[in-house]
């Protein structure tokens, strides 16, 4: 088996898990509606349609998607007692890191679009649906993906991961939201926001994405 079929393998693998635990899917969806209907309410009852307001929001569940990714990616592995099959398994690391990114990227990205959708409707903001605005949710899920994949491979057996995971999750985040807030809130206001913002945005994803699949090589040995 190549690279690319044992990536695809792994998180066809995953995807069929968690169609099988409907509860814990079912309530991540609930989470991302709860989440955009109690931001739209508050947003419009106390002062009106802010977007500053929205782009926090919107950080907020990303980091706590990124936090949920961190315990249910390698952690779950290592719960269930899979984890060594994966990593004994002949097809490298780099690969068993990737296919944990993809599928996180993946969950996250469908978080954040659901939160979007339930926010921008019962708040009525027609911009969470601009090109611009998904567009930086696919960027900034890459990068949170990243962040969540490296901190459950470093962590998984650490008896402090609890603490330790959100601690470590948000460290990572915050560059990447110190440079992408001013984006969000432009798009999310309704502002023109250049391709060439996004395009900075989504290397440095890239770019923090090849670094932890690089390091993953070492990273899954060591544990």
């Known amino acids: 088996m190549g690279v690319l079929g044992a990536v695809v393998a792994i998180v066809h693998r995953d995807v069929l898990l968690d ?12 989470f991302s509606v709860s989440a955009g209907l109690l931001s739209a309410y508050v947003m419009r009852s106390a002062a009106g349609v802010n977007a500053a307001a929205t782009s ?13 990714g961190s315990l249910s990616s390698f952690v779950r592995e290592a719960d269930r007692g899979t984890l060594d099959g ?36 019962f708040a009525q903001i027609v911009s969470v649906l601009r090109l611009v605005v ?11 993906a990243a962040v969540s994949s490296f901190t459950s491979a470093i962590l998984v057996f650490s008896e402090a991961r609890a603490v ?10 915050l560059p990447y939201i110190q440079s992408a807030a001013p984006s969000i809130v432009a798009a999310l ?13 989504a290397a440095a994803a890239l770019l923090f994405a090849g670094l932890t699949v690089w390091l993953s090589r070492y990273v899954l040995e060591e544990v």
């Open 189 to 201: 206001a309704g502002s023109p926001v250049s391709l060439l913002e996004v395009g900075w945005l």
């Open 19 to 30: 169609i099988r635990r409907r509860v814990e899917a079912g309530s991540m969806l609930v």
């Open 86 to 121: 994966l990593r004994l398994a002949p097809i490298g690391a780099e690969a068993v890191f990737m296919a944990k990114f993809i599928y996180s990227m993946a969950v996250i990205l469908l978080q954040t679009l659901v939160f979007l959708a339930s926010m921008g409707f």
């Open 164 to 173: 330790l995971m959100p601690v470590m999750v948000l460290v990572l985040v």
């Open 56 to 68: 926090i929001a919107l950080t907020l569940v990303l980091v706590f998607l990124a936090v949920f």
């Open 134 to 144: 998904l567009l930086l949710a696919l960027v900034s899920s890459m990068y949170l």
